[in-house]
């Protein structure tokens, strides 16, 4: 590894790694911290953070952004007010760091040590929108522990050789409009311009119109290559979103693959009638046919071994005493390999069909996003492995493990060298206010990024 302090490479923190206390927008002392909080935490500028500490300080400043007080749960959709919060504090963290900071032409936010043109750059990073009443750990933590990490390796003292970037990528969990990771999507050119200029959210705004109302640029969205052949390898770290490395005991683990996934909506059509005058024989109730889908689509699961669910469902006229006319019902489904999925989804389809037709409902079904599977690639994957093995303490290689869920590394994939560690989760659950991580783990997850890190910047 080359000598000398990272306060010599151009765009270094320099001696401060940075007291986020005065973060604009940070909400201050909240619950929220990982395994409870300290009663002090460093801030003086200059000071010698280690990984938790400067972890913990940070995630207690995002604690309470876009969160609401009746479920404990984060509602911070796309350019939403919460949102554009948690865009600033990404911006005043890279600033006290004395990272270079942009917002690229989709609205992903870059912070950046060293020159960005340089090429051959290690990224990390993940995002900080949620789903509807998410949890605390889904994103914010790949986020967090990257500037945690970054404070860790100054910590160190080491010297970078590439260019080391943090992102935070827009709208990865799509609540708002319904289509996951808009902005690696756009950025890799899997997104069309005139697709993504017709995606709305519930109350029909358009994502151009909520970029614009945000203050950013619609007219500049699109694939972005020149930014991504800068990229030399993306790692994101992620909270486990199942009980894996809880069943092996491990708090940090390697990704393989993503299953194949996808979202398909089913467009249940009949007729809207009065719920107290119509007979149960004259009626066409798309909702009944809904519903026989619903439990159809966990039967075809359980057959195929694959994930099926129904998630989100929207009614008209949406009235108590009234008789739906319509039911759009949104399936998501998932699988280990494109075969089972094909299967699952077919299934569920096929059975949809045959009670639309029996009860004299018509159904349309759209396919409205797909990622096929992604295995992360295993040069990259295999050095992480090295990396941390090496580094660790438990002689042995760290657990390898695939995952249902996406992520934007997913998305990337296609364009860089990806690879995603995961921290453990000792309950499994993840896209609820009951997500969770213990502190020690997230402080294992921060030391390991920074290995990570260290391994493939700094030689």
Not at 138 to 160: K, Q
Not at 237 to 254: S, W, Y
Not at 317 to 337: E, F, Q, T
């Amino acid at each position: 590894m080359p000598s000398g302090r990272s306060g010599s490479t151009p765009g270094s923190p320099g001696n401060t790694p940075g007291s986020p206390g005065n973060t604009p927008g940070a909400p201050g002392n909240t619950p929220g911290a990982p395994g409870g909080e300290p009663d002090t935490a460093p801030g003086a500028r200059g000071e010698q953070w280690r990984a938790g500490d400067s972890f913990l300080s940070m995630w207690r400043e995002l604690a309470t952004v876009g969160r609401h007080s009746d479920s404990g749960g984060y509602r911070r959709y796309a350019w939403s007010p919460a949102d554009l919060d948690c865009r600033a504090w990404f911006r005043a963290q890279a600033e006290a760091r004395g990272l270079a900071y942009e917002s690229d032409r989709n609205g992903n936010q870059w912070a950046w040590l060293g020159d960005p043109l340089a090429g051959d750059a290690v990224v990390t990073g993940s995002h900080l929108d949620s789903v509807p009443d998410g949890g605390a750990f889904d994103g914010p933590l790949g986020v967090v522990s990257s500037f945690a990490a970054l404070d860790e390796l100054h910590r160190r003292g080491v010297g970078f050789t590439r260019p080391l970037a943090i992102t935070n990528f827009g709208d990865e969990e799509g609540a708002r409009f319904g289509l996951a990771c808009v902005g690696s999507r756009l950025a890799a050119g899997q997104l069309a311009v005139a697709d993504a200029h017709r995606l709305r959210d519930g109350d029909g705004t358009t994502l151009p119109a909520a970029m614009e109302a945000a203050g950013y640029d619609p007219g500049t969205i699109g694939p972005d290559p020149e930014r991504l052949a800068r990229i030399g390898a993306f790692v994101e770290l992620h909270v486990e979103q199942g009980r894996a490395l809880d069943l092996t005991g491990d708090p940090v683990g390697i990704a393989s693959a993503i299953w194949p996934h996808g979202r398909w909506r089913f467009d249940f059509r009949g007729e809207a009638n009065h719920a107290g005058t119509t007979r149960l024989a004259d009626r066409r109730d798309p909702m009944l046919t809904y519903a026989e889908t619903v439990l159809a689509a966990r039967r075809e699961a359980e057959l195929t071994g694959a994930l099926a669910t129904f998630g989100k469902i929207a009614v008209e006229p949406n009235g108590v005493n009234a008789i739906p006319s319509l039911v759009r019902g949104w399936l998501d489904s998932r699988a280990a390999d494109q075969a089972t999925l094909d299967a699952v989804v077919t299934g569920i389809e096929r059975a949809a069909r045959e009670y639309a037709e029996r009860a004299g409902i018509d159904l349309d079904v759209v396919r409205e996003s797909f990622t096929p599977v992604v295995e992360f690639e295993h040069a990259l994957r295999d050095e992480l492995g090295k990396i941390l093995e090496a580094s660790g303490d438990t002689g042995r290689p760290l657990p390898v493990l695939g995952t249902g869920a996406g992520h934007d590394a997913g998305i990337l994939s296609a364009s860089v060298p990806t690879a995603m560690l995961f921290v453990r989760n000792p309950t499994g659950i993840s896209h609820s206010p009951a997500e969770h991580a213990a502190e020690d783990d997230c402080t294992a997850g921060v030391e390991a990024l920074a290995d990570v890190l260290e391994g493939l910047a700094c030689s």
